[in-house]
């Protein structure tokens, strides 16, 4: 059994700067690709970030200059730096990876969510 356990989001003022983290645990044999979705009141879950074992990244256009992620391969754990927040990044926070438990079995997993409030 794997699972992916997030860190506490928060409230936090237009300008602002919060990060957080996602740490997987479990039967783990490899995980390549992990990410960050993001899911607000009403609209759809978007994809944010994403990263690869090797250290590539892509963005989602709306956070490009503002979000970094970033990954400790080790810790298999997986981060988000978020400056400059704005209101419209207030949502749900998930992260999400599938995780190869064996060779050849992978398990895609959500983290539980962590609600993020961009607001003054």
């Known amino acids: 059994q794997v699972q992916l356990v997030e860190s506490v989001g928060g409230l936090v003022q237009p300008g602002g700067s919060l990060s957080l983290s996602c740490a997987a645990s479990?039967?783990?044999?490899?995980?390549?690709?992990m990410s960050w979705y993001r899911q607000a009141p009403g609209k759809q879950r978007e994809l944010v970030a994403a990263?690869?074992?090797?250290?590539?990244?892509n963005y989602a256009d709306s956070v490009k200059g503002r979000f970094t992620i970033s990954r400790d391969n080790v810790k298999n754990t997986v981060y988000l730096q978020m400056n400059s927040l704005k209101p419209e990044d207030t949502g749900v926070y998930y992260c999400n990876a599938p995780i190869q438990t064996m060779p050849q079995t992978v398990v895609d997993s959500w983290g539980q969510g962590t609600q993020v409030t961009v607001s003054s």
């Open positions: 479990g039967r783990i044999f490899n995980i390549n690709v």
């Open positions: 990263i690869t074992s090797g250290g590539s990244t």
